[in-house]
């Protein structure tokens, strides 16, 4: 599996999506290196399809789709955690669970 | 340009989101201007211990004003018009919600994320700046550091904590 996390500058919230995704690449026992990109420019978000930082993609497919029509560029990414509340980095359990179901179907 | 604690900013008007041009400036009552937005998970996870800090300190005699300052042409969400949408999805605010289309608020204070917040005692100058509490995660943090603010001021003191580091989505200039 390629595992990337691309981020921007001007959000805070890498860092702490980084290590959520380390923790739980841990937890379900996968081994893979994760792949730090930066996203520098609104065209270079453009051409990657970056609807924000962070975003979270395996072998190439944002694990977390945008919603069709979400704008693309440099900002701060909105999740949902489980309970509702809106937050910068995807909910721990939710990443858990997606990272499970791609290493059955690797 | 960075406001530094005991400065007065210029007086500033902007449009709220009703078109009513309002003063940034408190008539003779303190003020609290939070620059924020619509797009910002930081700004929409402290949004709402910002409104119970308004419930809270207006019927005390302080004034509360949103300012958005972002670019709205590389951030539509942040446009005038989204913002109208939002206010009146919430069946309104009980603050007003400042548009910053020149960015001169923004760059007046020194607004570096959304959110940031900007307290001003009675006479203008600034006695507390920084983010509203230590986690915009934490909703039973309720914006404490922002209170601190407010109470040491209605009590007739100084804030024992007057900077905190501003925590969000950086602003979005203009190029």
């Known amino acids: 599996m390629r595992i990337e996390l691309l981020w921007s500058e001007g959000c805070p919230s890498h860092p702490r999506a980084l290590a959520d995704l380390r923790e739980a690449l841990s937890e379900e026992g996968i081994g893979e290196e994760v792949l730090l990109r930066q996203i520098a420019s609104d065209e270079e978000a453009e051409r990657e399809r970056f609807p924000g930082s962070p975003t979270i993609r395996i072998d190439g497919k944002d694990v977390f789709p945008a919603a069709p029509g979400e704008p693309l560029g440099l900002t701060c990414r909105c999740y949902r955690l489980r309970d509702g509340r809106v937050s910068p980095v995807p909910d721990p359990d939710d990443l858990r669970e997606t990272l499970r179901r791609a290493k059955e179907n690797a | ?175």
């Not at chain 2, 507390?128 to 039973?140: I, K, L, N």
Request: aromatic share 8%; glycine share 8%.
């Open chain 2, 1 to 175: 340009m960075s406001l530094a604690i005991g400065d007065r900013p210029p007086d500033l008007s902007l449009p709220d989101t009703d078109g009513t041009e309002r003063s940034l400036y408190g008539d003779g009552q303190p003020s609290v201007v939070v620059f924020t937005c619509n797009h910002c998970p930081y700004a929409l996870a402290w949004h709402d211990r910002i409104l119970q800090a308004v419930t809270d300190y207006e019927p005390r005699g302080v004034r509360f004003l949103a300012v958005n300052p972002n670019d709205a042409e590389r951030y539509p969400a942040d446009s005038l018009e989204a913002m109208r949408a939002r206010v009146a999805g919430d069946g309104g605010w009980p603050l007003p919600y400042l548009r910053d289309e020149t960015q001169e608020a923004a760059r007046e204070y020194g607004a570096k994320t959304t959110p940031d917040v900007f307290v001003l005692d009675a006479e203008g100058r600034l006695r507390y700046r920084g983010a509203p509490d230590a986690d915009h995660m934490d909703p039973s943090l309720d914006a404490v550091w922002l209170r601190e603010a407010l109470d040491a001021l209605l009590a007739g003191e100084q804030p024992a904590r007057p900077e905190t580091d501003p925590v969000g989505c950086s602003v979005k200039w203009k190029r």
